[in-house]
């Protein structure tokens, strides 16, 4: 599996895959603005700073935040997930 870096997030695009196998490496707010997530992901491991965030700004993603840098998310989507996953 190819490792990624933070940095690497500005340069490059990944799939959900690689960027689940490198997780504990990427800071959440530069992924989210940088990468094309899916709902689940961003459930999983965005709103998740506890358990995979970088730095301190990690932990205050908000879901507004992903409806915004990633919008072709719906709010409904998101809210689906968020159900889903409690």
Request: one cysteine or more; a negative charge; hydrophobic letters at 35%.
């Given at each position: 599996?190819?490792?990624v870096?933070?940095?690497?997030?500005?340069?490059?695009?990944?799939?959900?895959?690689?960027?689940?196998?490198?997780i504990?490496?990427?800071?959440?707010?530069?992924?989210?603005?940088?990468?094309?997530?899916?709902?689940?992901?961003?459930?999983?491991?965005?709103?998740?700073?506890?358990?995979?965030?970088?730095?301190?700004?990690?932990?205050?993603?908000s879901?507004?935040?992903?409806?915004?840098?990633?919008?072709?998310?719906?709010?409904?989507?998101?809210?689906?997930?968020?159900?889903?996953?409690?």
């Open positions: 599996m190819e490792i870096q933070h940095h690497d997030l500005m340069y490059n695009k990944y799939n959900i895959e690689i960027l689940e196998y490198n504990d490496n990427l800071g959440l707010r530069r992924l989210l603005v940088t990468q094309t997530l899916t709902p689940d992901f961003c459930i999983k491991y965005v709103l998740n700073p506890d358990d995979h965030g970088m730095c301190v700004e990690d932990h205050y993603i879901k507004n935040d992903i409806l915004l840098y990633q919008s072709h998310i719906t709010k409904e989507q998101l809210d689906k997930e968020i159900m889903g996953y409690k």
